[in-house]
């Protein structure tokens, strides 16, 4: 028996949700730098890792994280990738666009983000990319002030080099 079944229709509902986020001593350093164009990142006391961005204990051994931050290039590797073709209001990039998981040089944790003047067919893992920042009068309290990640020209990092971070 064969029947006609209705199409399904999808219903969109928008949501909006306000909340006050209070940052913290770490966090806070974190995003006063970003206003100012720095990448801060720290260092754990038990192993050397650097995490980025900052923050107030190391996830890995559950101690706090005190001391100078290191500052960090706006530079690095591409890890990871995936390819996006469902527009986003909060991103200013033609479809398809990627992405990226970031491994900035100093750093030993990834930064999720865009991946913006690149053909999707030449991404690829361990690409060199920097940051393309907004122009200074745009920037805020917030890493948006980096508007997306480009191709730097440099050769690719060795896969050794960023292995452990897939």
């Known amino acids: 028996m064969s029947e006609e079944k209705e199409p399904v229709e ?57 001391g100078e931050p290191v500052e960090l290039s706006d530079r690095g590797t591409i890890v990871t990738f995936s390819v996006n073709r469902v527009p986003s209001e909060n991103i200013d990039l033609e479809l398809p666009y990627a992405a990226i998981q970031v491994l900035l040089d100093g750093a030993d944790t990834t930064l999720f983000h865009v991946l913006g003047e690149c053909s999707i067919d030449d991404v690829r893992m361990g690409m060199r990319v920097e940051a393309v920042w907004r122009p200074r009068d745009e920037w805020t309290i917030s890493m948006q002030n980096i508007r997306y990640f480009k191709p730097s020209g440099e050769p690719d990092a060795p896969f050794e080099s960023y292995q452990e971070h897939i």
Do not use: M, W
């Open 10 to 66: 999808v219903l969109r509902t928008p949501v909006e949700l306000d909340y006050t986020y209070s940052a913290g001593v770490s966090a806070s350093r974190f995003l006063r730098a970003v206003e100012q164009g720095k990448l801060l990142g720290q260092r754990c006391p038990v192993d050397g890792r650097v995490y980025f961005p900052s923050r107030g204990s190391c996830p890995q051994h559950g101690v706090p994280i005190e």
